[in-house]
């Protein structure tokens, strides 16, 4: 994904399709994206295979599930690796996209211990003769602790925490319900070819096998 981020921008309909019909009545209105899609094609042409949501096969192998509990609760992906029957290891894995320079948080945040997969649109210098700045595809990987920066992420925790207050007052309603959300977005200005390669080489060695 990460040297081929051009897989990331297909539009798989037989994939959509299938995972659509994965999620079932279980995805809480969830709409299949084509990038979500896209990465499970990417999964599965790398040799995972997608087990029935919430059973751990017995089969030994590589293995995914897909928007386990809701888009809203938790990563898109949670990929495993079976081994003697018995689930050894497992990570998240979260989507994000955008077809700009930024993407949306909304109520959500970097969770530690998750797998970032962030697709974006990089714009490169003008070239003499054309009118429009030329694009290229990104893919940035790497894991939530490492992306904000300090002070991002103080920010972050007393702004949730100002929802959380507004929340518990506004909740004391008679009939009327209302709730406090964000739109919060992010700037993909932060993910440069050198803290991308850096957040990439702390995100594979954290995946080695402990000794």
């Not at 386990?68 to 898109?76: C, H, N």
């Not at 992906?77 to 996209?97: P, T």
Request: net charge neutral; glycine share 8%.
């Amino acid at each position: 994904m990460r040297t081929l981020p051009q897989d990331l921008e297909r539009k798989p309909v037989e994939m959509i399709a299938a995972l659509q019909a994965y999620i079932g009545s279980d995805g809480q209105g969830t709409k299949v994206s084509e990038h979500e899609a896209s990465i499970a094609l990417v999964l599965e042409e790398t040799g995972f295979t997608r087990a029935p949501r919430g059973t751990t096969p017995t089969t030994d192998g590589l293995w995914y599930w897909y928007q386990l509990q809701g888009s809203q609760q938790a990563g898109d992906f949670l990929v495993f690796e079976v081994k003697d029957g018995v689930k050894r290891a497992e990570r998240i894995l979260d989507a994000k996209h955008s077809n700009g320079t930024s993407i949306y948080l909304n109520d959500g945040t970097f969770e530690p211990g998750s797998i970032y997969i962030v697709s974006f649109t990089r714009l490169l210098d003008r070239i003499k003769g054309q009118r429009k700045k030329p694009r290229e595809n990104v893919c940035f990987i790497g894991l939530g602790e490492d992306i904000f920066t300090d002070k991002d992420r103080e920010v972050m925790v007393t702004w949730r925490a100002a929802l959380r207050a507004m929340n518990a007052v506004s909740s004391d309603t008679d009939h009327l319900r209302v709730y406090a959300r964000s739109a919060n977005q992010y700037s993909c200005g932060r993910f440069t070819s050198e803290f991308a390669g850096a957040c990439w080489e702390k995100t594979t060695a954290s995946l080695s096998p402990s000794e």
